[in-house]
């Protein structure tokens, strides 16, 4: 349809440097620059080299975007860019540049959450998303659960991580198993080969008195620890670590524990849709595993193919054509970048454009 | 040539308007807020601002000039993405200075100044000038202390800029009270050359002068006691 918006979306609240276009819910082009190389010897992401990359990046990787789509500044309708939550610097090189962007092509500009464009990214791959869903968010930075009613004007959080993201347990696993960073692929394949069976670690907040006040949240801090123990213990007594063993076991203590509380969030709230996003939710034992608990409770599970699950521009372009659709304001050229930028807010709208 | 300059180097964040043609370098419309936390919000609307001055289209300009620091880096950035994406989104040029000089240029009157600007961490972002507000030395990151001395050995008679003002006690020399933020015409006519001959654009390469503060990661703890 050639009256569905045209929108370009810019991601850069983390490592990575993205610029996605989107037409209506078809992906036109998704460029996208790493500095996840950068941070390798740092065991973890460090702000001020993932801001530096972004700037260096934001110019050729608007260039590649536009190019595989075929289309023009001039032609878009409007441009999207996550304002938060996410690192502050890094975030304000995303802003500046969709609002360079923006007064240099005359268009408007929506400041979006970067969790909600976790969730609408999986309309580019299956359509329109049945409200109310749950979505359930996991990666290195941000593990949470959330009832969507209206993606484009408001979410309910459910729960989150009480101590560390899903993602920082995988990659402190895999250090402690010597796996490169980040952790999450590597972890994923020694498991393939590995017992999920051979040790029960803990699920963090699943017991009865946890669930009183912790429904819906995660903990993964106390597992993290429970593998170094389990991992010293064989290290002192001087046995072999079973790389594939331990992997899988950490892998099914976490997937377990996140497909339960969406699931328990969804039959508890009558929802009949969950979709699955975030770098996490590329694990294969996580998708496997939720599709076969969610067909036992007629679920219906959403999750889009693993390069669009991790941060890229395309989920901010798929949540501003969606925001656009639904004749929401977009924001004034005063939007900041808010590293704490509250769940419930999809996006940032300003009374009028200027 | 309607010029659009930007610097976001210090706590003043500046867009301006400048004409550039044979005769030299014309102001038309700037806008200066000081506030060092308010980069991102603040440099946007004053670009609009003062293309909506002149009641002038973004497609009107001819190129870009942008302030490449020394600077805060979080801040600076914003200065340099905007005016990359404008650049990159109008077809135009883009030109970088180095921030120091739109100080230290101007400030020319025959004896050698020091031109400095806060780099926080009881630092200062500083470069020495000749009597022809030639760059001699810099730009460089130090204590005050440092720049003081080297300041002694090349007989500047005077120190300006924000840094300058804020270090005065340290430095030992008269401030001069203005410029103490980069000026937009200072770092048009030092761009002006390029400009007139149609250079091609430059990549807008931050002086960062800084390495970022990160240390690899160190052997793990172990839990067991
Ligand atoms: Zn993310």
Partial sequence: MADEPLVLGIETSCDETGVGVVRGHTLLADALASSVEQHARFGGVVPEVASRAHLEAIVPTMERALTEAGVTLADVDAIAVTSGPGLAGALLVGVAAAKGYAVAADKPVYGVNHLAAHVAVDTLEHGPLPEPAIALLVSGGHSSLLLVDDLAHGVTPLGATIDDAAGEAFDKVARLLGLPFPGGPYIDREACAGDPAAIAFPRGLTAAKDLAAHRYDFSFSGLKTAVARWVERRQRAGEPIPVADVAASFQEAVCDVLIGKALDACRSNGVQTLVIGGGVAANSRLRAMAEQRAAKYDIRVRTPRPTLCTDNGAMVAALGSHLVAAGVAPSRLDLPADSAMPLTTVSVTGEEWT | ?225
């Fill in chain 2, 1 to 225: 040539m309607l010029v659009l300059v930007v610097d976001s180097s210090t706590p003043a964040v500046i867009a301006a308007l400048v004409e550039v043609t044979a005769a030299g370098v014309e102001v038309r419309a700037q806008r200066c807020a000081v506030d060092a936390r308010a980069h991102g919000e603040l440099l946007a609307p004053q670009v609009d601002a003062v293309l909506a001055d002149l009641g002038a289209r973004p497609s009107a300009l001819g190129a870009i000039v942008a302030g490449l620091g020394p600077g805060p880096f979080t801040g600076l950035r914003v200065g340099l993405v905007t005016a990359a994406t404008m650049g990159q989104a109008l077809g135009v040029p883009t030109y970088g200075v180095c921030s120091l000089d739109g100080i230290g240029f101007p400030a020319a009157a025959g004896e050698p100044v020091l031109a400095a600007t806060d780099a926080r961490r009881r630092e200062i972002y500083w470069a020495v000038y000749d009597g022809a507000g030639q760059r001699i030395v810099g730009p460089e990151v130090s204590a005050p202390e440092v720049a003081a001395a080297r300041a002694r050995d090349l007989a500047v008679v005077a120190v300006i800029g924000d840094g300058a003002h804020r270090y005065a006690a340290t430095l030992e020399l008269p401030a001069a009270d203005e410029p103490r933020y980069p000026m937009p015409v200072a770092l048009a006519q030092l761009a002006a050359e390029r400009i007139a001959a149609g250079a091609p654009g430059e990549p807008l390469t931050p002086l960062y002068l800084r390495r970022p503060d990160a240390v690899a990661a160190a052997g793990r703890k172990p839990v067991l006691p």
